[in-house]
């Protein structure tokens, strides 16, 4: 297995992890993972390692993305650095199926960048920014990014529930049921939102799966997910 740290910006955070499996090992797409932490800078793209060494072994290219954010940054530059890191990833990987894995905030940035990869899986994604406001979820955490009085209009820009029809040709969103963090609600009403427009969303709620523990490799569901990876690039959803 190689790893490499590959800089996509002038900003030493803005780089992602490359992990290359064995040769004899590699198996496509090329999985690019968005990292979460509600905008804040405690919680570092290392948090998705051990899933990146899981998909690894399951014979997965990946990049573990690092971006700018905090109150130095404000948005939309984690947007304008994701989706950066993923054209250079593209750029570098030509003619390579991309899929996006983001957790949390990192499932907010990964479906709004879904016109540009192939397919998203979301777990626990932050998708309606009206709403986790509204809920004072993550501690207040809308608030303190985006700012108190930050208007009803940017929010909405950033909501991926108000850019819909998903861009991408299909995505899996992962929710646990008693998640405290990031609210099942927003979940499922970004599903049912979008299947009343295009059916390109599949969707697996956990009934006990806390917000922190979804990006943990073991858990049953992340095998779920890789096999749901491998289904949909071997046998795409006919449109």
């Not at 003619?95 to 192939?118: K, P, Y």
Request: one cysteine or more; aromatic letters at 8%.
């Amino acid at each position: 297995m190689k790893t490499q740290k590959i800089s996509y910006g002038a900003s030493r955070e803005c780089f992602f992890d490359l992990m290359i499996p064995d040769e004899e090992q590699v198996c496509g797409p090329i999985i690019v993972l968005i990292h979460g932490g509600y905008w804040r800078t405690e919680l570092t793209n290392a948090t998705l390692t051990p899933l990146q060494q899981k998909l690894a072994n399951e014979g997965f290219i990946s990049c573990n993305v690092e971006y700018r954010r905090g109150q130095k940054y404000p948005w939309p530059i984690p947007l304008k650095d994701v989706r950066n890191a993923i054209i250079q990833i593209k750029n570098r990987f030509k003619g390579m199926a991309i899929i996006l894995i983001g957790h949390s905030v990192g499932g907010q940035l990964s479906l709004l960048n879904a016109d540009i990869v192939d397919k998203v899986v979301g777990l626990a994604p932050v998708i309606d920014l009206i709403y986790t406001r509204d809920k004072n979820l993550g501690d207040s955490a809308v608030t303190e990014y985006y700012g108190q009085f930050a208007s009803d209009e940017l929010l909405k820009q950033a909501s991926p529930i108000h850019h819909l029809p998903l861009a991408c040709s299909l995505s899996l969103i992962i929710h646990g049921a008693n998640d405290q963090r990031v609210h099942i609600e927003t979940s499922l009403n970004y599903f049912r939102d979008n299947l009343s427009k295009k059916n390109n969303i599949d969707m697996l709620v956990l009934h006990d799966m806390p917000h922190g523990e979804i990006i943990q490799p073991e858990q049953e569901h992340i095998s779920l997910m890789i096999q749901w990876i491998k289904n949909v690039v071997l046998l795409p959803r006919t449109k």
